[in-house]
């Protein structure tokens, strides 16, 4: 805004050598030409606002100087905006920045004096852009050389392995991960499995001898490993006797069970006993075991009768437990979200429900299963079990030494033991690396602003290093760089530091 009189207005100027007009933002050539017609003063200033486009043309500003030399007055213009005045000086108007510059008046300069200044006026306006461009050029080329290029430092500091061990346990009543307690979620899965299995009648290791077939349970009496071998005796009170047909090993402890074929030694219906009935145990073994057998000894009698015996339905239910097996991997392990996996330990599938088309002692050629298995499993999650073995993992590094960041690894883990209400407790392995601390600032005051070779000298000296620094400058035409990145060649990543 100027601070001079209002737009139109004929007032003197300081000195009272000039009479101003001030020009508003709607005047144009014609409006300006008939405010100078109403003049009676021979020195008139034109002030000019800095936004008139109508008056910033070389037109408007002719028709003015013709309209004020008719008129037989000294025009003079007054604006701030330079390409202005140099469009009125092209015109012949003398031309002023402000109202305080009219004194002295420039239009009683000598023609040829007024051209100089304002040649000189260009000539210093000019060279100082040209100054203030090269110094804004020469400050960047300063930046860039300073921050662009960057020594780069290789180094391999001495590492070594550490390993422990962490416990965590598996709760199925916990909600949350908690490493604080060493703590993880489980889950309990219990699904139903259904299969089917035949078996041929007589099976693998059985004749149509008319010798009935079945088998007994053994208990062990003693605090010592018993050996049953094959062809042991066994009878009924009545005195039919029956022989194993595989050795078995009882365990050591008193109460320890094994379940052993046996076949009758004569054939003939009179070798089939009803359950409980074999009791008798023959020989030394009496001292030492007890006998009895829990199902039905049958299959005894007339040569080359099928009859279906405990044997065949064993078999059918072995090969139809064995493909429950396999379902209920199946979807055990459907049942897992991502990150998880089923404990194998904890997988268990019983028989709950077995019908036999045919029933021990009924004459076969062939007898079928079908059977409802339960299996049961514990799924954990392994990302969580991995985290929480890490977080709680306390290990002893060595003085000097720092772990390699990303360097832990997680081992198999194994179950300790299991809880009462189905929690597992785990032992979790793990593995890193540590290595020597170096003192990064110490490092990047060998480097920065050195030749690369030089610095490489030095470093060779400095301790905790597995093999000689390398120095490199980015971009290579730079001889030297103000910023250092040091880098572990051996991880790829930034190297570890110290405070110095």
């Known amino acids: 805004m100027w601070n001079g009189p209002s737009p139109g207005e004929d007032q003197p100027s300081e000195g009272g050598a000039f009479r101003c007009i001030v020009a508003d933002a709607a005047d144009d050539a014609a409006s300006l030409r008939a405010k100078l017609l109403a ?27 013709r309209a004020a030399a008719r008129e037989s007055i000294r025009l003079a213009l007054v604006s701030r905006a330079r390409p202005l005045r140099r469009l009125a000086h092209a015109e012949g108007l003398p031309t002023f920045s402000s109202l305080r510059s009219l004194s002295p008046p420039e239009d009683q300069l000598p023609s040829p004096l007024r051209a100089s200044l304002h040649d000189l006026q260009d000539h210093v306006a000019g060279s100082l852009t040209w100054l203030a461009a090269i110094t804004l050029v020469v400050s960047f080329a300063l930046v860039v050389g300073l921050l662009v290029p960057r020594a780069v430092v290789y180094v391999q500091p001495i590492s070594q392995s550490i390993s422990g061990t962490v416990r965590v346990q598996a709760d199925t009543q916990a909600t949350h991960a908690d490493p604080s307690r060493g703590l993880i979620p489980a889950r309990d899965v219990y699904l139903e499995i259904h299969t089917s299995a035949t078996a041929r009648v007589p099976g693998p290791g059985r004749s149509t001898d008319g010798r009935a077939v079945g088998y007994i349970t053994v208990e062990n009496r003693t605090t010592e490993p018993v050996v049953v071998p094959a062809g042991s005796d066994f009878s009924t009170i009545s005195g039919i006797h029956y022989q194993t047909t595989q050795p078995v090993t009882l365990p050591p402890r008193v109460g320890a069970t094994a379940t052993i074929p046996i076949i009758a030694l004569f054939a003939g219906t009179a070798s089939n006993a009803e359950r409980g009935q074999v ?67 904890t997988v268990d599938i019983q028989p709950i429900e077995e019908v036999f088309d045919h029933l021990p002692g009924e004459a076969a050629s062939r007898v079928t299963v079908h059977l409802t298995a339960r299996a049961h499993a514990i799924i954990v999650s392994q990302s969580d079990l991995a985290t929480v073995a890490a977080l709680r993992w306390q290990p002893q590094i060595p003085g000097g030494y720092v772990p390699r960041a990303g360097s832990i690894r ?28 170096l003192n990064t600032d110490v490092i990047a005051s060998y480097v920065r602003l050195r030749p690369p070779g030089d610095a490489q000298r030095d470093l060779a000296h400095l301790p905790g290093l597995a093999k000689p620094a390398r120095v490199e400058i980015i971009p290579h035409w730079m001889p030297v760089a103000l910023r250092v990145q040091i880098i572990d060649s051996s991880s790829s990543r930034p190297a570890p530091a110290v405070a110095p």
Do not use: C, Y
């Open 410 to 437: 997680v081992g198999s883990s194994r179950i300790v033991s299991r809880t009462a209400d189905h929690g597992i407790i785990f032992d979790v392995p793990l593995t890193a690396t540590v290595e020597a601390a």
């Open 39 to 65: 003049v009676t003063h021979r020195r008139v200033a034109l002030v000019i606002p800095d936004h008139n486009p109508r008056l910033a043309v070389p037109l408007a500003l002719r028709l003015l100087a």
């Open 279 to 345: 009791i008798v145990v023959g020989g030394r073994l009496r001292w030492l075991i007890t006998a009895v057998n829990a199902e039905p000894i049958v299959g005894g009698g007339p040569p080359g009768e099928p009859f279906v015996t405990a044997w065949e339905t064993k078999a059918t239910v072995d090969q139809a437990m064995a493909e429950a097996r396999r379902r209920a991997a199946a979807a055990l392990e459907a049942q897992t979200l991502p990150g998880e996996t089923v404990v194998p330990e």
